[in-house]
Every structure is written in C-alpha cells, then in structure tokens.
C-alpha cells in the first residue's frame, strides 16, 4: 500500500516537472536542428551539431555580451549585499529614535513597482553622464528594501547575547559585523546573493534604456536582437542562444539550491 | 584581584519604577559573591550594570575606587558567562575560546598556549575542533567558563551559568567553578535563583527581593541569623518556619497560638518591646519528643502529622500550626504515619524572632549544632 502511495506521488510529481521543464527541453532540442527540421514538427534532432552555436556566436558578439552580463551581475549581487547587510545592521543593531516607522517606510517602497521608478532613475542616470557605463547599470539596484528585509529579519534572530559578550570582548562595531553576524547570516546572504544575481542577469528593460551601443549591452539584448534578425527563419539559431545565455543561470540554482531553499524559508517564516 | 563597590546605585527602565533600589555593596578582591534571589528581583539587571551594558540610572560604581559608570564594558577588565553561554555558532570550540584575546590583539603563538592550558583545566581538550551545536549542555557551558577564564581578567561575571544542567552536572559544576576561581584569584560575582548554589560557593552571599537588598553576609551568618523573614524563609530547604506568637512581659513568657510557652531569660527582657512577633524556627531544630522527663515542661506541643517525606538519611514531617504549615527534618529514616500525633519541641534558644512590622531580626538563635572538628563529644 505504501509502496502504491509513493508510486503514485513519484509518476504525479514526474509529469509536473516534465510539464515545467519542457519549454527549456524543447528549446534546447531545437538549437541542434535545422530550419527545416523544425518546420516538419520534429520533436528529436536528427543529429546534435553545434552549427546553430556557432552561428549564434558569430552573427552577435555574445561573448562580449556574457562578459558584460556577467560583470554586471555580479556587480549587483555584491553592491545589494553590502548595502542589504549594512543597512539591516543599522536597523536591528543600533538603536536609535523612529527606527521601527523608518523600517516600515523604507519596506513601503517594496510597493512601488519598479516600472514607476523607471523615468527618474533614468533621468539621474543621464545627469550623471552614465548612460552607457557599467556604473548606469549596476548602481540604481544597489538598495533594494527586499534584502534589507530578508537580512533584518535573520540578524534579528541573533541571541543578544552574542552581541553582548562580543561587547565584553571588546569587538568594534564593525568587526562585530564582519566576524558574527555575516557568518552567523550566511544562508540569507547566499540566497540574497542568488535572487540579486538571478534577477539582474534576466533583467532587460533597464539595459535596453541605459545603452545604445554594444559597449555594455547584456545578454538578454543580445538575445532579442538575434530573434528580430532571425525572425521566421532559424530558431534554432535563436534557441542556441537562449541555452547559452541560461546556462550560467541553471548552474547558479544548482550549486545554491540547498542554501537557497533554506534561506527563503527563513525569510518566509520568521 | 580588583574590587568593585556599589553606592546608592538605582536602575530603572525607561522612566518607569525602580527595579533597583539603593544599592551599596563593596565587593573584595579575590572573593567569591553570590547575588542570590527570586525570579525577577533584579538580579541580571544588577550584573549587567557591573558589566556595562546596561546604564546606571543613579549613584555610582566603582572598580579599584575609580568610578567607571560611563566606561564601555571592553575597558572594565571583566569577563562574562552569559546564561545561555552565547557560545558562536560559526566557530568551533577552539576559536571561541580565544575569540576575545584575538581581539585584544595576544600573539597567536601565545594564544595557542593559554587556550591549550584552559582547555587542559576544563576537560576540553578532546572537543577544541568541534562546533558548539555539537557538544552537550555541559561541555557547551565548560566552553564558556574557558572563554571567560582565558581572558585572565580580574573580574568574572556569572549570570545562571548552571541552570540548564542536571542536578549532578551542577553538583560537580559548582566545585569546578570554585576552585578555578581559588586558583586564578579572580574576583567573582555569581548570580544565580538556586539558594543551595548561594550557600555553597559564595564567601558571602547578597539576598535581593524586589530590587533591594535583604542581607549581605556569610552563608552560614545568614543561614543562623536572617535579618528579616523573607531570607528566612529563601534560604534553606525545607524553608524557616515561622509563625506569630505573643510576648507576655509580666509572665516572662513568649507564646504560639496560646498552646505553646516558652520562658523567656530575663537577660532578654528589655530587648522586646512589642507584644506580638514574628517567630522562625529552622526544621531541624524542630525535636521530636520521647522522653518523659522533657515532657513534664511545657515547652513542647502536640501536632498532627499531614505529610511525611523519608529521604533515606532524614524524614521531613509536614503538620499545621494554627494556620501555619510547619515542616520539621529529622535525621534518620522515621516511622511516622499521616494522622499520628507527635510531640515536639521547641527550645528558646533555637528560635528566631522578627519585629512583625518591620520584619527586623530581634533575635537570632543562641544554641546552633555547631561541631569543631576537635571537640565532636563535649
Ligand atoms: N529591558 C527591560 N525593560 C523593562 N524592564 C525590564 C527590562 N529588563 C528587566 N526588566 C525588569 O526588571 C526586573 C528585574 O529583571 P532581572 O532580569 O534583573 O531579573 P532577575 O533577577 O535576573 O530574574 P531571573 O532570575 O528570572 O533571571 C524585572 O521585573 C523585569 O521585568
Ligand atoms: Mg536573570
């Protein structure tokens, strides 16, 4: 009986994630077939070559894209995590008068989409001269009230203890910072990590905004662009990229999938 | 060695009533201080002043006579052991003990020397690579007492370090603790609820109810002699009996519930002015009578037995007295069943009694069972 009831959960659980999955399988089954093979309605390649990478690779400077995307991702990961973790020092940390309402009104921008915060930010970017820079892509991400909330909520459950006999011990501030609470934190950071570095490598509205030239572009342009050329014609073009540019994604949730579940549950919970 | 003096120190938080009240207390170098009280009395509050890391709302305290009121708590040369140990979780036994010397900048080399020679006085050797969250509520609690004793400052502060340990851990626990604190001269304040703790450690022991102070002095003074009827009653187990009983001067006679009288010296006369007191007497002082030649004064009473606890070397019989719930200790296992009527005596000379107003000590028991070794049989 046990036995039939796991069964049972295993085949449900299966179909679901075939479900999920297919788009990507597809796409990537597609970058190895031809134009043709892909309008008779195949499923399979006939054979796996890699004529549509290097097609991809050549028609657009992808890897100049990937270096870019990567370099502002990362960017972003680390300025949102020095930001958040500083910022959630203060707020659980340092006592000081309206801490509580200033919390709450720095976790209401969490309502304003950012679309709304588009034009402003653009035009400071622009009175800036950072149009075309790394900095006019990386920047206007750095505060996010979402890490400062996710970080806040996990130094929180730091004993006072802890802060106390580092006190007795006579730790700095800082050092308190960087040598027990970061490690006492260290899931919410990688998952913080993860989510910054996952949004900013799939963002695409900004990028589009903030450049126009190659210098900087991301990924993500790079892909839309392959698709307005390719239109009609080579998917499978068009799908080698796409498997190209999530690539890097999919080993990211592979090698933090443990952390990050473990973090968001935290943030969730508490 | 560094002592540490209270005066008039008060805290209260946020504006609001004292929890603290007038405190003045000086502590010697090299002794051993228990603060010692009920749940809520103010006890933490009290060593987290010492420490720094609450402020002091009034008077002043002073380390080695200067007043460090405003010094933060890394410049007063004290080391801590927190309740919960507030070991770091990250790092693994080894690091914790030598966290703080790290920070005071000791060479790493020496470093390395002191935590061996702690660990090696603590038992700990075999768990220096272990994280916290791997060791049990005893070692975890050894840990802290290293990382407070490898610091090498004059000054410890204990808040509860025993309460999570079971009755035999703490037992031995307690031996530890004292004589570490023997052999590193180091000056002690140790706070703990636990008054079998007070009266075990401490070279004197501080009773606090309510945020002020009830007594301060050395266990067994304070055990003999309480100052009022709440350390009575707080310090032993079973705890002081007590109940009201009246002074009849004319008669030279002290009595309870009308039933009992006891006569009193005329030595003793002109201290008593009230008619009525607060009497306090200890279990074990509490005799059973079974002569007949005692019986023929009319210092003892007839009770009856509620309650009987045999602990294998002593029985505790519980009985009513008018409203009071007496307990007596017998040494010896008993033969007393619930219902029996026993004869018990009560001699001038073991009684304590209070002012009832006021609760002062009028008058501390004469004949305590005081043996010296040199003189066992008188
Ligand atoms: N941060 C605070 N704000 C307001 N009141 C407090 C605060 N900390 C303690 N108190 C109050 O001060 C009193 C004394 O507290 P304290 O922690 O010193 O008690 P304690 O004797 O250590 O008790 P326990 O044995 O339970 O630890 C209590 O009545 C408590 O409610
Ligand atoms: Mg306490």
């Not at chain 1, 802890?162 to 040598?179: M, Q």
């Amino acid at each position: 009986m046990r036995w039939v009831k796991k069964g049972l959960v295993y085949i449900i659980l299966s179909i679901a994630a075939l479900l999920i999955f297919f788009p990507i399988l597809y796409a990537f089954l597609i970058s190895f077939m031809t134009g043709g093979e892909l309008l008779q309605g195949n499923i399979f390649p006939e054979r796996f070559h890699l004529e549509n990478y290097q097609k991809a690779f050549d028609r657009l400077p992808l890897a100049h894209y990937l270096l870019n995307s990567l370099i502002i991702s990362l960017s972003v990961m680390l300025g949102q995590l020095v930001v958040s973790a500083m910022a959630a020092y203060a707020f659980v940390f340092i006592p000081f008068k309206g801490r509580t309402l200033l919390f709450f009104i720095f976790i209401s921008t969490m309502m304003i989409p950012w679309e709304a915060t588009m034009i402003p930010n653009f035009m400071t970017i622009q009175k800036l001269d950072w149009i075309n820079t790394y900095q006019g892509l990386t920047v206007p991400f750095f505060a996010i009230a979402f890490g400062t909330f996710l970080l806040r909520q996990h130094f929180k459950t730091i004993p006072k203890e802890l802060h106390e006999a580092s006190e007795v011990a006579g730790l700095s501030k800082f050092r308190f910072f960087i040598k027990v609470v970061l490690p006492y934190c260290k899931t919410s950071l990688v998952t913080l990590g993860a989510y910054g570095f996952l949004t900013t490598w799939n963002m695409y509205l900004w990028p589009l905004l903030a450049t126009n030239n190659d210098s900087v572009r991301t990924v993500q342009i790079g892909l839309k662009q392959l698709q307005t050329q390719e239109m009609a014609t080579e998917w499978g073009v068009v799908m080698a990229g796409v498997i190209v540019v999530i690539i890097p994604t999919l080993i990211l949730l592979f090698l933090g999938q443990k952390q990050l579940q473990k973090g968001l549950a935290q943030g969730a919970l508490k | 060695m560094k002592n540490v003096e209270l005066f008039n120190v008060s805290k209260s938080y946020e504006k609001q009533k004292e929890v603290i009240s007038d405190i003045s207390v000086s502590i010697e170098p090299g002794e051993f201080f228990v603060l010692v009280g009920p749940s809520g009395c103010g006890k933490s509050t009290i060593l987290r002043m010492i420490a720094g890391l609450e402020d002091i709302t009034k008077g002043s305290l002073r380390i080695d006579g200067n007043e460090v009121n405003l010094l933060p708590p890394s410049k007063r040369d004290i080391s801590m052991v927190f309740q919960n140990y507030a070991l770091y979780p990250h790092l693994n036994v080894e690091e914790n003990i030598v966290f703080g010397l790290d920070v005071k900048k000791v060479k790493k080399f020496e470093r390395k020397e002191r935590c061996m020679e702690v660990a090696e006085m603590l038992g700990l050797t075999d768990y220096l690579k272990r994280k916290p969250r791997h060791l049990s509520g005893g070692q975890r609690q050894r840990v802290a007492l290293a990382r407070a004793i490898v610091n090498q400052a004059p000054i410890c502060l204990m808040d509860e370090p025993l309460s999570n340990l079971d009755a035999k851990l703490r037992a031995h626990m307690r031996s530890e603790i004292r004589q570490i604190q023997r052999k590193l001269k180091i000056t002690m304040i140790y706070v703990t609820h636990d008054q079998v703790e007070a009266m075990t450690m401490g070279d004197r022991i501080m009773i606090l109810n309510e945020g002020k102070i009830q007594q301060v002095g050395k266990p067994i003074d304070v055990y003999n002699a309480p100052a009022n009827p709440f350390v009575a009653q707080f310090i032993g187990s079973p705890p002081m009996n007590l109940a009201t009983a009246n002074i009849n001067l004319s008669k030279q006679e002290l009595s309870i519930g009308g039933r009992l009288k006891l006569s009193i010296p005329s030595n003793d006369l002109q201290s008593y002015q009230e008619d009525t007191v607060t009497l306090g007497i200890r279990p074990e002082y509490l005799k059973i009578v079974n002569s007949i030649n005692t019986k023929s004064t009319n210092n003892y009473l007839d009770v009856k037995v509620e309650h009987v606890e045999v602990l294998g070397n002593e029985t505790i019989v519980s009985f009513q007295l008018d409203t009071y719930r007496w307990q007596a200790k017998w040494n010896g296992q008993w033969n007393v069943d619930v219902g029996d009527i026993v004869p018990i005596a009560i001699n001038y000379e073991s009684i304590c009694l209070f002012n009832s107003a006021s609760g002062h000590l009028i008058k501390g028991p004469t004949q305590v069972e005081n043996h010296i070794i040199h003189e066992v049989t008188v």
